[in-house]
């Protein structure tokens, strides 16, 4: 445990039975912001007022803000390399005011995503200031999360000024953004307003405060019915978008939106997407329904099944794994190029395959629990969202293309990149923060940690794992999370001190590979001894084939592992006689399957 988290334990904002503890804080912020977006032309003006809740027992003599389009600068630290058509002179702040005193602020020298103010007045625990920003920027041509899609569609993202999360464990989160790694935001309270010309669409996280004043009636209408109904509805079709009456006819609208206690908003715009509509019920105790959205160009086939294909993940993510109610009241798939999750609304790009278009949305729509209902710093711990984006995402896959199709597509697309290429990079612990990964990143993120999130799962059975996950989810939903919080949070909602599963999942540079070492005949069948040369704790499968032809598979749960022991004997019971004995490590998969076999002389 690093010095910082250990300090939190001590000052008991975290408890090692891993639930937030009785000094816990948060910092909030409400935030009302004003945009004006007027396609072609690329550049969004915006105001806001920030105020901003210091819950924290410390004084704040400064405030780190965040100016995430900061990335597309000539010059800013990236991940990755970019094109001419990324580039933009990033976030020009017009004034800043804090408490109605005006700051200096030079652009040409608030080049990084962080930018401090200095406060004349410090800012005292459980005391609150104001800031008023102003600011335009530019949408880029090309990004890899946000701008513009075509001359008049824009996504609109990461586009306002906002507070860092000043938290328990690190203080100021001084992380720059460098276009890999994502979230991590306070909760706060949003109202957004989009101003676009007549006949531009709105869509955007939170709830729709003014449909009437925007939308010809006709429109409204069918927006209204898709909110009750299971049934798709084309509010807007190409025939509709024709007549260019969609919208009020002032030469401007304002859309306004709400959304409370959520990590951020976003909003897109165009005046030529389809807009297709339904809902679903997601609480069976409320009857409380979610409605489920689709903005696309007519063109993109995949899209005219996205709200069809939301309506399943939906329900799936309700009512089964996680099993908890989808905790907001909408979700709108947006026809962009990020395979991006934001809050409420995803930036996802068309594919001709339609197979893989339904698993992309399933995946970034799963991503409404972690890292959005649960607060994750995605910038840290990046394995605590995509890994269970990913776990999810297979879940949801089975109940779409069957298991056995499910399985195999997660081994080829998830572990086998990983397995299949041992650098030095590709297996550090799963614990190492995010942030320092370049090549272990994905593997990381993704991959491993899903597999460390099965393994519990098989180690613990399907009920007790989704007791314990439920018991996670309901102790940090709507704070934020630390690694730490969820081994403890495992151990308490499952009962068991799983320490020696979350040590060798998360602090070894283990890999999967297990080693049939030897096979000896015994009273009654046969014993096994079996080393873990890679060291995690895996399920696997013991598959007999027998003299005559037929087959038995006899699992093994990572029980088997416990207090990491890496060499075991299993005894399997026969009375038939062997051919060969095989260990089938499925979608954990196995660095070297040519010591995996054993065969009868
Ligand atoms: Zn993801």
């Known amino acids: 445990m690093p010095r910082d988290v250990a300090k939190a334990y001590k000052n008991q904002t975290r408890q090692k039975n891993g639930l937030p503890g009785k000094n816990y804080w948060q910092n909030t912020a409400r935030y009302n912001i004003a945009i004006t977006v007027l396609p072609p032309n690329r550049t969004v003006n915006g105001t806001e007022q920030i105020t901003y809740f210091n819950n924290s027992p410390d004084t704040l003599k400064k405030l780190n803000m965040k100016l995430i389009l900061n990335i597309h600068r000539a010059g800013a630290t990236r991940f990755r390399n970019t094109t001419p058509d990324y580039i933009t002179p990033g976030m020009q702040v017009d004034s800043i005011f804090v408490n109605g005193e005006r700051k200096p602020w030079d652009n040409d020298k608030a080049l990084g995503t962080n930018q401090d103010v200095e406060l004349s007045t410090p800012l005292l625990p459980h005391d609150s200031l104001t800031l008023n920003i102003t600011w335009h920027y530019e949408v880029s041509l090309k990004s890899e999360r946000e701008g513009m899609i075509d001359a008049t569609t824009f996504y609109i993202g990461y586009f306002y000024p906002r507070v860092a999360v000043y938290d328990d464990y690190n203080g100021w989160d001084k992380l720059e953004f460098n276009d890999r790694q994502e979230f991590y935001n306070d909760f706060n309270d949003y109202t957004l307003s989009v101003t676009v010309p007549k006949n ?199 109940t779409e293309i069957g298991k056995q199709q499910a399985d195999k597509d997660y081994a080829r697309v998830r572990i086998k990149p990983w397995i299949t290429d041992p650098s030095d990079s590709e297996d550090l612990p799963l614990i190492t923060p995010t942030s320092e990964l370049v090549g272990g990143y994905a593997h990381n993120a993704y991959g491993k940690a899903s597999l460390s999130y099965l393994a519990l799962k098989d180690l613990l059975g399907d009920a ?86 037929t087959t038995q598979s006899i699992h093994q749960t990572p029980i088997v592992w416990q207090y990491n022991q890496k060499d075991i004997t299993v005894a399997v019971k026969t009375a038939k006689a062997v051919k060969s004995i095989t260990l089938d490590n499925g979608m954990f998969m196995d660095a070297d399957i040519s010591n995996n076999t054993w065969t009868s002389k």
């Open 464 to 549: 007790l794992f989704k007791k314990a996950l439920l018991f996670y989810m309901d102790a940090w939903h709507g704070k934020h999370p630390i690694p730490w919080d969820y081994f403890n949070a495992i151990n308490t909602g499952s009962g068991k001190n799983l320490n020696w599963f979350f040590n060798n999942w998360f602090f070894t540079n283990d890999y999967t590979d297990l080693d049939l070492e030897n096979v000896v005949r015994d009273n009654g069948g046969y014993r096994l001894s079996i080393k873990n040369i890679g060291g995690y704790a895996i399920p696997f499968d013991v598959v007999l084939t027998f003299a005559d032809g």
């Open 200 to 398: 531009y669409i709105v869509w955007g996280t939170g709830i729709l405060q003014n449909p009437e004043q925007v939308l010809q009636p006709e429109y409204l209408k069918r927006l209204q019915a898709s909110m009750t109904g299971d049934s798709v509805i084309n509010i807007i079709t190409p025939a509709d978008l024709a007549k260019k009456h969609i919208t009020t006819q002032n030469n401007l609208n304002t859309w306004v939106w709400k959304a409370n206690h959520i990590t951020d908003m976003v909003t897109a715009v165009s005046n030529h997407y389809n807009w297709d509509a339904a809902s679903i019920v997601v609480d069976d105790a409320t009857h409380r329904r979610a409605s489920v959205q689709a903005a696309y160009d007519d063109t993109a086939l995949d899209f005219h099944s996205s709200v069809k294909w939301a309506r399943h993940t939906l329900d799936y993510l309700s009512h089964s794994l996680p099993g908890v109610p989808y905790p907001f009241p909408k979700m709108t798939a947006f026809q962009g190029f990020a395979d991006m999750e934001f809050p409420m609304m995803v930036n996802d790009s068309h594919d001709e395959d339609i197979a893989d278009a339904e698993n992309l949305q399933d995946h970034e729509m799963a991503h409404t629990y972690f890292p959005f209902y649960m607060g994750i710093n995605e910038t840290r711990y990046g394995y605590m969202d995509e890994g269970w984006t990913t776990t999810f995402e297979l879940f949801l896959r089975e």
